[in-house]
């Protein structure tokens, strides 16, 4: 198959779920074409795609801070502009251009686009798939209260914090013709309940290309904690309040306990608390899973108490070889069969506390986890489920 992805956030770099996708994709025969908004040079964007198993994964990169470059067939043209002060793209004249241009020139099978908000951008005609990666309408000023941690009540305030069938109704409408994706099963199962079909929904995580790590064997009374995850996402900045809390809590019974933040665009408030509470800071991070290695962090930690899609930070966490210790929020965004190795408490303060004192769990939890990450994060089990929703697309042509 021929697909052409199109991103339509700015600033951005190539988006890490699009880059899986168009490798996995790649790997298993198909042409890929990627329309990019970015501030990274060409030279960069090859260097993150990276391997592509011989098949060529062509960037359209539109850069909004000089100039409009485009990349097609190893031809780069460039052209003038000006700064655009949007960040998002949903029906800018210049992306839809470049997105035409590539369909005339391309002729794919299908358009997937990065989000639900922009149908548009796609001529008509082209089977078009909405990846819906972040939510509108979501009141990150209103966390889930501390009385009710459970999987269920946070997934509940969380369904009305973001208000779906209010927030979405008019998107649900305007793309009842597309298949829609979504990184996470709950989030899918949201959107059936807001008023899509089942049959044009489908989750997909990110495709996993690292290699696991050895699991990390704890030497007695060594402990050292760390949260990741992009420190711009509110929920994320958000969540490093009570990851320092919580470390200051670990460090009244364990003195030497070592901490760390590992996360892109911290802002000064962010490394400011972070300094204060002796906690290491890694902002400038190419591979989650290599730097939690590299440090030598023993146990993750997500106390994030809004989660939205598949939280990623779990599968870097068991790839490094460390287990985690998850937030209701997040648990609420795994499928079953992971979301099951969480049961035992759904209070981090009390899993970290139990994955410190028994690091058995946490070995029989990474390795639980790698065999789930094996059967559904693996490329060729991405690719499969991605040809199938694509075709599905086609299919309502």
């Not at 979504?182 to 290699?211: C, D, I, K, Q, Y």
Request: with cysteine; charged share 20%.
């Amino acid at each position: 198959m021929r697909i052409l992805m199109v991103s339509t956030t700015r600033p951005s770099a190539l988006k890490p779920r699009l880059i899986s996708f168009a490798k996995a994709l790649s790997a298993e025969g198909h042409e890929v074409r990627i329309i990019a908004t970015t501030d990274y040079s060409w030279g960069r964007a090859k260097s993150e795609l990276g391997d592509t198993h011989g098949h060529d994964v062509a960037v359209v990169q539109l850069r909004y801070d000089l100039t409009v470059l485009s990349v097609i067939r190893g031809v780069c043209r460039v052209a003038t502009r000006k700064a655009s002060s949007e960040t998002a793209l949903y029906d800018d004249p210049d992306l839809r251009r470049a997105v035409h241009d590539a369909c005339a020139e391309f002729h794919p099978d299908v358009v997937h686009v990065d989000r639900m908000r922009a149908y548009s951008l796609a001529p008509q005609g082209y089977p078009l798939v909405l990846d819906l990666t972040d939510p509108r309408g979501v009141n990150y000023g209103t966390p889930p209260s501390r009385s009710n941690l459970s999987p269920r009540g946070v997934l509940e305030q969380f369904r009305r914090a973001v208000d779906l069938r209010q927030a979405r109704r008019e998107e649900v409408e305007l793309a009842k013709d597309h298949v829609v994706i979504t990184a996470s099963p709950t989030t899918a199962s949201m959107l059936v309940e807001a008023g899509r079909g089942s049959e044009l929904t489908g989750w997909v995580p990110n495709a996993v290309f690292h290699e696991p790590m050895p699991i990390v064997q704890l030497p007695l009374g060594r402990h050292h904690l760390v949260m990741s995850g992009n420190l711009a996402y509110p929920p994320n900045a958000e969540a490093v309040g009570r990851f320092i809390d919580l470390v200051s809590n670990v460090r009244l019974r364990h003195p030497e306990a070592e901490a760390s933040v590992v996360g892109a665009q911290p802002s000064r408030s962010i490394q400011r608390a972070v300094h204060s509470a002796k906690i290491a800071l890694f902002s400038d991070v190419k591979s989650v899973p290599e730097t939690l290695h590299e440090i030598g962090a023993t146990l993750s930690v997500s106390p994030q108490r809004l989660a939205f899609g598949f939280p990623n930070r779990v599968i870097d966490a068991s790839l490094a070889g460390i287990p985690s210790a998850l937030g209701a929020a997040t648990v609420a965004m795994l499928p079953p069969e992971a979301a099951r190795l969480f049961e035992f408490t759904c209070e981090v303060r009390a899993q970290v506390d139990e994955l410190m004192v028994r690091p058995e769990i946490g070995r029989t939890q990474v390795t639980a986890l790698r065999e789930w990450i094996q059967t559904c994060c693996a490329p060729k089990a991405v690719a499969v489920r991605l040809e199938q929703l694509y075709r599905r697309a086609g299919a309502q042509r």
